[in-house]
């Protein structure tokens, strides 16, 4: 059993908010197969940062696109519906940045793609968090620089304009919504961010020294519970503000905000599965905060303690727990503002039971493993169970699977695989493989296996102008046409001359086949019809010859026929399969006639482009060219 690991990275290093130590990158995003009985990491494709569009032919690393993914990649999300589309944002502080849709498909038996579909601006610098919401129609991004969460709608890989920004602190956002608590819609607004932000125009070198200077939004985390709410956390100001959202228009509202001890830098937050309970990393102070969530309170409006009764968040009785092993002298302090610490927290994960939590420290170089408990009243409790070392530098992100945690040590460029004893929370180092600069780990479902393909050139694959199959296994037999039924077996005929032919029947090798049977059908008698009628022998005679009988007309096509040649890739033929959806030209399926035009622009291996008119009459063509050799052979001519 295998995982697909997909891994971005850093291409860029001058242009980010921070100074990472590792080497630049010249592939944005890799992917990786995950051997779950071995724990090795096998490279199984990605996408190049600013590719030139690559030949079919080359090996499934290429873009096969004309637009580039652009620098630093940090993030990546596979769309929770949609698994073919995945989303990703670029990291940089000198300009806005942008998120992309990709399309993930196969390329080969053990191979992927991630192609660029679309690409829309974040409204911000240095974007860090990505989140769709339950409908499956709104991306938020948050942009860590200015401190702001942008809603974009989205379709698919289509992704549309800003709908709605908001920045921190929310001012006047507390305000927003009607005083009954409910939503108003309200157009297209985007607040001005920190004035420190705007009038100084600060550094990279001034934000590393004054991590809280000015506000960064780090996060913005859903609860699973009624997906209504959606936390945001500000590392600047030591708060999470809470919003809910109108899924009509994708407008956001800020309902409150929960403070926190200062100086902890809140980075991330996760939910517990099941129990009501929230942990979050301070990245500054490297300790997790333990929260019971209280959803009834989400909708009081205004500020509260992470102490008060009525916090939507509300601190656990276990207070912050260190990341890091006891007697290790962290150094942290901050003096005038000036950060400074040996460590500080990095990733923070809960496996998929709520079992077991991992904090990453970066300095400490270790991943923290804290056992996650709750006693009879249902408070939450943690206690830090192992500190293993990473092997490398900086543990930037990492992905926890069922037996595996994937780990990127991004100064020092590599990929760790650790193996979890699910009954003590013990790692195990077993395989690494070097892989520059590593910023972020998720783990994808992956697409449907590449079906093999017939190694004839010149045999064809008939793409059904339906939907494609759901079973993917079963592709090629979708794209064959359907065999004549077989007749009944008669004295003249018997059962062996009259079984239908197998599918799929290439109608190029057919036309081949029957035109060259033709001249020899005036020469000697014709064994067996083309259309299953029993073979009778033709007397000579001396009249005239009887008129050929008028041309069948050219059956309608079924589907545009694909041939697994220079014409298309094995990629192109595939996706048209899986993902393509095509309908026949009345009911005008834009989707899929710009998905056929894409491929068809790429040109296989740089031929003319092939419209889908003309596809289709390339078709007929052959059709017709068919019906005239059956009738010549009928005929006797």
């Keep these: 059993m295998t995982s697909l690991i997909a891994v971005s990275s850093y291409t860029d290093t001058d242009i980010l908010a921070h100074t990472p130590k590792g080497a630049e990158n010249d592939q944005g995003i890799t992917c990786f197969w995950l051997d779950h009985a071995t724990g090795s990491l096998k490279p199984a494709g990605g996408a190049d940062v600013g590719a030139a569009p690559a030949s079919p032919r080359d090996p499934p690393r290429r873009l096969e ?92 890989a289509a992704i549309g304009a800003c709908a709605d920004a908001h920045f921190l602190p929310p001012g006047n956002a507390l305000q927003r919504a009607a005083k009954d608590g409910s939503l ?44 209504n709410f959606h936390f945001v956390v500000d590392l600047g100001e030591d708060a999470v503000y809470h919003y809910e959202m109108d899924e009509a228009v994708g407008k956001m509202a800020c309902l409150g905000s929960t403070r926190l001890a200062r100086g902890g830098g809140p980075r991330h937050v996760v939910f517990h599965p099941t129990r009501k309970a929230a942990f979050l990393v301070n990245e500054l102070a490297s300790t997790v905060s333990c ?33 890091l092993p006891a007697g290790y002298d962290n150094a942290h302090h901050c003096v005038n503002g000036i950060w400074k610490a040996k460590s500080h927290s990095s990733e923070i994960r809960l496996d998929a039971a709520g079992d ?7 300095g400490h170089d270790s991943l923290a493993v804290f056992k996650v408990s709750f006693d009879a009243a249902g408070q939450v409790a943690l206690e830090l169970a192992h500190c293993h070392p990473t092997g490398g530098k900086c543990p930037r992100n990492f992905a926890v699977l069922d037996r595996h945690v994937v780990l990127g040590n991004q100064d020092t460029n590599e990929l760790v695989v650790l193996e979890r004893n699910l009954e003590t929370g ?33 045999e064809t694959i008939r793409a059904p102008l339906a939907k494609s199959p759901s079973s993917k296994a079963s592709l090629l037999d ?46 000697a008698p014709v064994a067996a019809a083309a259309d299953g009628d029993a073979p009778a022998k033709k007397a ?16 309608k096509p079924t589907g545009p026929v694909l041939t697994n040649s220079a014409q298309y890739s094995r990629q192109s033929q595939y996706e048209l399969g899986w993902f393509g959806k095509f309908d026949d030209a009345k009911t005008g399926d834009e989707r899929s006639k710009k998905i056929l035009a894409r491929f068809d622009k790429v040109g296989g291996n740089g031929e003319q482009a092939r419209t889908p008119e003309r596809v289709r009459a390339e078709i007929e063509a052959i059709e017709a060219r068919k019906a005239a050799a059956v009738a010549r052979i009928k005929g006797g001519n």
């Design 65 to 156: 696109t004309e637009t580039p993914l652009g620098p630093n990649p940090a993030f990546i999300l596979q769309h929770p519906t949609e698994k073919d589309v995945v989303y990703a944002s670029t990291e940089r502080i000198d300009e806005d940045g942008s998120v992309y849709s990709l399309r993930l498909a196969r390329d080969a038996a053990d191979g992927v793609s991630l192609r660029v579909v679309d690409e829309a601006t974040a409204k911000g610098k240095s974007t860090c968090y990505l989140a769709v919401d339950k409908s499956g129609r709104w991306l938020r991004l948050t942009n860590y620089w200015e401190a702001s969460v942008c809603v974009l709608p989205i379709e698919g």
């Design 184 to 227: 108003q819609p309200v157009a297209p607004r985007c607040d001005q961010p920190s004035s420190y932000c705007v009038s100084t125009k600060p550094s990279r070198e001034e934000h590393w020294t004054y991590r809280q200077r000015w506000p960064h939004a780090h996060c913005c985390v859903t609860e699973p519970y009624e997906k």
């Design 291 to 323: 929260f019971t969530v209280d959803l009834a309170n989400a909708t009081k409006r205004g500020v509260k303690s992470e102490t008060d009764d009525d916090a939507v968040l509300r601190l656990a009785p276990c207070g912050p727990q260190s990341t």
């Design 356 to 362: 077991w939590l991992f904090v990453g420290n970066r």
């Design 426 to 458: 013990s790692l195990a180092r077993v395989s690494a493989v070097p892989h520059n600069s590593p910023n972020y780990v998720a783990r994808l479902d992956a697409p449907p296996a590449l079906p093999a393909l017939p190694e004839d050139p010149s």
């Design 478 to 523: 979708a794209f064959a046409p359907p065999a004549p039924a077989a007749r009944a077996p008669t004295p003249e005929a018997p059962a062996a001359a009259v079984a239908a032919p197998r599918a799929p029947v290439a109608a190029a090798v057919a036309v081949a086949a029957l035109a060259a049977a033709a001249p020899a059908a005036k020469k």
């Design 540 to 555: 000579p005679v001396k009249k005239a010859p009887a008129k050929k009988a008028p041309p069948k007309a050219a059956p």
